[in-house]
């Protein structure tokens, strides 16, 4: 069989309350309002009879031990539910930066799951895919079919999806790694503890720009503050994104530290972008829509 290929878009947190802390497994209980952007990791997909992984590009550094990577544990875990699973060689090419808050990782994993299951001719709700997605990480089901939706739970809650207009955005990370463990611990809540806040506006299918940024503006990100102990930077990130022509909302995606603006229109999106590149060429700084 021909090579396969998919793209593994970035996962942005349009929102993201924290619940509380469950008091059975300890995972904090999330509900978030899932979108993802245009610009993406590519994973490739050369049908073999060994498991292997070749991981390339700007990103590919920071991205870690090849033997741990997401791609590989997922196809491991779809390996062992699935007796005779056809395997192959996988090559991945990172463009998103890693420990971001963008989810790269999952939906990397994810891209990996989609392949194997074509492949494989598996559809995308067989159970043995979900488990592997469920397995791997609280974010790759969500990623599993990459379109705006609602994320419950500790990720394994996932709604249908919402058909939202696509929304001209800027994302900037601005090169911090931040890992998601001290941001939780910086949040600061025991087993079994809830966290205080409004409700999570409800989201109808099929809204359009204004509609969606009606809907999120009034809700937040729970992680935004304590991210900001941890990485004083994303601060930095937001203020810029906020002072260039218009911005209608910016806002920390997951657990930061890459930050995200929704614009007016896709011109007004490229100049912000151009003017953050001007001010911080060091940082990750990227136009793009999110649907």
Not at 144 to 163: K, N, Q, S, W
Not at 231 to 259: D, F, H, K, N, Y
């Amino acid at each position: 069989m021909s090579l396969l290929t998919t793209r593994a878009p970035a996962k942005i947190n349009l929102t993201l309350h924290v619940l509380g802390r469950r008091p059975g497994d300890g995972y904090h209980a999330l509900e978030s309002l899932v979108a993802f952007a245009e610009v993406a990791d590519t994973l490739e997909l050369l049908p073999g009879r060994d498991l292997a992984l070749e991981v390339f590009g700007p990103t590919a550094g920071p991205a870690g031990p090849l033997d741990d990577n997401l791609v590989l544990r997922a196809a491991r875990h779809l390996a062992a539910g699935v007796d005779g699973l056809r395997l192959g060689a996988f090559r991945l090419h990172k463009q998103l930066p890693v420990a971001a808050g963008i989810g790269g990782g999952s939906s990397d994993a994810a891209a990996a799951l989609r392949l194997l299951a074509e492949l494989n001719a598996l559809a995308l709700d067989h159970p043995a895919v979900i488990a592997a997605a469920r397995a791997t990480g609280a974010d790759v089901p969500v990623c599993l079919d990459p379109r705006a939706r609602m994320m419950r739970g500790a990720g394994e809650e996932i709604g249908p999806v919402l058909e939202l207009a696509p929304l001209p955005a800027v994302l900037v990370n601005p090169g911090v790694p931040v890992s998601t463990a001290p941001v939780f611990k910086a949040l600061g809540l025991a087993v079994g503890q809830r966290l205080d806040g409004a409700e999570h506006p409800s989201v109808a299918a099929g809204l359009d720009a204004d509609a969606v940024l009606g809907v999120i503006a009034p809700a937040r990100n729970d992680l935004e503050a304590p991210a900001l102990t941890v990485a004083p930077v994303i601060g930095e990130a937001l203020a810029l994104l906020r002072a260039q022509g218009g911005c209608r909302l910016a806002r920390m995606s997951g657990s930061g530290a890459t930050v995200f603006a929704i614009f007016s229109d896709t011109a007004a999106a490229q100049s912000a972008a151009g003017a953050v590149r001007a001010a911080q060429p060091g940082w990750w700084v990227e136009p793009t829509r999110l649907a």
